[in-house]
Structure formats: structure tokens, C-alpha cells
T-cell receptor, first 111, second 114 residues
Framework: SQQGEEDPQALSIQEGENATMNCSYK?????LQWYRQNSGRGLVHLIL?????REKHSGRLRVTLDTSKKSSSLLITASRAADTASYFC???????????FGKGTTLSVSS | NAGVTQTPKFQVLKTGQSMTLQCAQD?????MSWYRQDPGMGLRLIHY???????DQGEVPNGYNVSRSTTEDFPLRLLSAAPSQTSVYFC?????????????FGQGTRLTVV
């Protein structure tokens, strides 16, 4: 069963614009993670935000977490064509042994 | 540092054949897991391991076996391939519990069962 659900499923923007993706989850979490997957490649970890954190930055990425609403958002500022990829949120299963993924948001950035 | 290495990258099997997907990591990670990714879906957990000699089932384990004889290797065996197992398979590893750290993924194995 999937823990997280990303919204929107697909997003198309122009270079230089900001991209915002949302993730909702069902149960309490210890942390929430965001991953990027370029077409035909493996997943790459972007950022981990713990349940006691509200916001975290990494370069052009900003992640927020609202545990009261069981939701998180990933903001990519000043998007580039190279940001074209699928983005997934993931949380740990109860035992902390593996990740549970949402279905992802497919971002397309055109130049 | 190679990270997580999966072989083969592509494979075509006939229904009923068996095969092993290889996964190796050189980061001395204790936790390893196998996922499958189907179109329009996120990754679903097949099996995972928290150390050598310890494995357990994930969300979709039927038709797959795993073993963990060493820290480095975590092979996934398809016992009798079925078209429903056509998918992209990803192996991942983490230094410790996912409650505390991120996972590293291999590049995937694209499997087609005809």
C-alpha cells in the first residue's frame, strides 16, 4: 500500500519558473524524503526532512513539512531543463527497514 | 566508489524461465531492498534485508526469493517468470534504518517476460 500521494501527477513549466509539488501521507512519520528519477535511471536522494522540522533548503530546493496536515511540498526555484524528471516522496515503513513511495510527479521544464 | 551496482541492465525471459537479478553495494550498508516500478506507479517493495542472513517480505513478494549471505550482495531470484513480472527492478541500500538516513539506488534492471 502506498503511503504518499504526490500532486499534481504531471507539471509542465518554462525554464526560470518555479515548480511546486505536493505530497500527502497517511500515517505518522519519522521523516519524509524526496527523490528524483531521470528517465530510464535510478532514483537519487534529494532531501530528508525530519518530523520535528518544518522547512529545509538545499540549493534551489525547498521542502516544507506540515505534520498536522500530513503533507509536504517540494519547491524547485528557477527551474532548468535539467530538472526534467519524476519526483517522488517517500516515508519509512513502520519498522524503518524500507521506503514507501508515492506515484510521483512528472516535471517537464522546457527552454 | 561504485555505489549500488545492478546487473544485468536489460533482460528478456520466456514465461516459466528462472533468473537472478544481481545487486552489489560497496558502501558497507547493512540495509538493502528490492523494488519494482510499473508504469504510472511508484516503487513497490518486494523484499528487504537488514543484514547478512536476515531477509523479510515486502508488499509484493510472491514469485520472488532473496538471500543475503554477505553484506555486499543481495540477489533477487525469479522462480518461474510470468508476464506480470515485466517491470523495472531497483535495488537500494542504506547505512542504517531509513528512519535515520537516505537510500542509495542502483540504475535498475528492465525485465521483459514474454
Amino acid at each position: 500500500s502506498q503511503q504518499g500521494e504526490e500532486d499534481p501527477q504531471a507539471l509542465s513549466i518554462q525554464e526560470g519558473e518555479n515548480a511546486t509539488m505536493n505530497c500527502s501521507y497517511k500515517t505518522s512519520i519519522n521523516n519524509l524524503q524526496w527523490y528524483r528519477q531521470n528517465s530510464g535511471r535510478g532514483l537519487v536522494h534529494l532531501i530528508l526532512i525530519r518530523s520535528n522540522e518544518r522547512e529545509k533548503h538545499s540549493g534551489r530546493l525547498r521542502v516544507t513539512l506540515d505534520t498536522s496536515k500530513k503533507s509536504s511540498s517540494l519547491l524547485i526555484t528557477a527551474s532548468r531543463a535539467a530538472d526534467t524528471a519524476s519526483y517522488f516522496c517517500a516515508t519509512a515503513n513502520q519498522a524503518g527497514t524500507a521506503l514507501i513511495f508515492g506515484k510521483g510527479t512528472t516535471l517537464s521544464v522546457s527552454s | 566508489n561504485a555505489g549500488v551496482t545492478q546487473t544485468p541492465k536489460f533482460q528478456v525471459l520466456k514465461t516459466g524461465q528462472s533468473m537472478t537479478l544481481q545487486c552489489a553495494q560497496d558502501m558497507n550498508h547493512e540495509y538493502m531492498s528490492w523494488y519494482r516500478q510499473d508504469p504510472g506507479m511508484g516503487l513497490r517493495l518486494i523484499h528487504y534485508s537488514v543484514g547478512a542472513g536476515i531477509t523479510d517480505q515486502g508488499e509484493v513478494p510472491n514469485g520472488y526469493n532473496v538471500s543475503r549471505s554477505t553484506t555486499e550482495d543481495f540477489p533477487l531470484r525469479l522462480l518461474s517468470a510470468a508476464p506480470s513480472q515485466t517491470s523495472v527492478y531497483f535495488c537500494a541500500s542504506s547505512y542504517s534504518s531509513i528512519l535515520n538516513t537516505e537510500a542509495f539506488f542502483g540504475q535498475g534492471t528492465r525485465l521483459t517476460v514474454v
